[in-house]
T-cell receptor
């Protein structure tokens, strides 16, 4: 039961252009969403998050959009840089009454390649 | 400030053996979660510990166990290792604020376990 899905295994973008990574979820209980970046041989690095009470959150070049009715979120990177090349995971969690947000459910990841 | 640390970085075991993985959270973080990541997939939740108590458990067999110590560090134990246990094991820590709500989870570099 894949509750969080990233349907694009890979994405290739030219340096300076926009990268858009997509994520869909099925569990309507999810109320907190995060994006992580992962380089080989390293743990996931937190990028940006959004609560279900918002529909947009920005941090520098990174913006996350949340469409609750469609159960869809996206990460926009503008402008994309070669150093952004990595695997990107979206993750979701919910306030499970006391164990709040302790469990993250991850998508399968999208490999982003930014070409110079 | 030091991030989440894990030891060892790599480990090779044979089927049937036992393994112990260790994690030290970011200073001040009282919650630790463990995840398993197999190649090509996103991390899968194994356990969450907070204040030395198990607060959540994923869909893993009883061969997997964990504990948290008074200094909030944690161990993950796996008994009777199977070939399918070969994976990257990730530890994440987070703040716990009022009402038990947790904030963003920050990951360590992981322990790469190979079972032969």
């Amino acid at each position: 039961d894949q509750q969080v899905k990233q349907n694009s295994p890979s994405l290739s973008v030219q340096e300076g252009r926009i990268s858009i990574l997509n994520c869909d979820y099925t569990n309507s209980m999810f109320d907190y969403f995060l994006w992580y970046k992962k380089y080989p041989a390293e743990g996931p690095t937190f990028l940006i998050s959004i609560s279900s009470i918002k529909d947009k959150n920005e941090d520098g070049r990174f913006t996350v959009f949340l469409n609750k009715s469609a159960k869809h979120l996206s990460l926009h990177i503008v402008p994309s840089q070669p150093g952004d090349s990595a695997v990107y995971f979206c993750a979701s969690s919910w306030n499970a009454g006391g164990t709040s947000y302790g469990k993250l459910t991850f998508g399968q990841g999208t490999i982003l390649t930014v070409h110079p | 400030d030091a991030g989440v640390t894990q030891s060892p970085t790599h480990l090779i075991k044979t089927r049937g053996q036992h393994v112990t993985l260790r994690c030290s959270p970011i200073s001040g973080h009282k919650s630790v979660s463990w995840y398993q990541q197999v190649l090509g997939q996103g991390p899968q939740f194994i356990f969450q510990y907070y204040e030395k108590e198990e607060r959540g458990r994923g869909n893993f067999p009883d061969r997997f166990s964990a504990r948290q110590f008074p200094n909030y560090s944690s161990e993950l134990n796996v008994n009777a290792l199977l070939l399918g246990d070969s994976a990257l094991y990730l530890c994440a820590s987070s703040w716990v604020i009022a009402g038990g709500l947790q904030e963003t989870q920050y990951f360590g570099p992981g322990t790469r376990l190979l079972v032969l």
